[in-house]
């Protein structure tokens, strides 16, 4: 079966930290791209973080220098390391694959790029 699932959510207080973990199965991992996307309420979803088959890294403005994206194949596994959280961090965090081994400049931050979508972990700072 072809799918993402997230765990790892939780509420924490500002300036915490949480590990969100997806676990892929059904497909070939290691090819993929994946990236973590956010939707809190009233808002759209929006890419936060990204990673290629060749560990190549983008960030939204929002996140970085804050949030660590990291994959292990061995494991079928994506990770986001967030750190120093604040309370605009809330939302449903939900991790995607993308068909591709690397991706072309501008398409990372497009909704259409990805295929597969986990169902959401929830993530709030208060």
């Known amino acids: 079966h072809v799918q993402l699932v997230e765990s790892g959510g939780a509420s924490v207080k500002t300036g915490g930290m949480v590990q969100l973990s997806c676990v892929a199965s059904g497909f070939n991992m290691p090819s993929y791209c994946l990236a973590w996307f956010r939707q809190a309420p009233g808002a759209e979803r929006e890419m936060i973080a990204g990673?290629?088959?060749?560990?190549?890294?983008k960030y939204s403005d929002a996140v970085k220098g804050r949030f660590t994206i990291s994959r292990d194949n061995a494991k079928n596994t994506l990770y986001l390391q967030m750190d120093s959280l604040k309370p605009e961090d809330t939302a449903m965090y939900y991790c995607a694959s993308a068909r591709n081994p690397q991706l072309p400049r501008g398409t990372w931050f497009l909704g259409g790029t990805w295929q597969l979508w986990g169902q959401g972990t929830q993530v709030t700072v208060s």
């Open positions: 990673i290629d088959s060749v560990d190549t890294r």
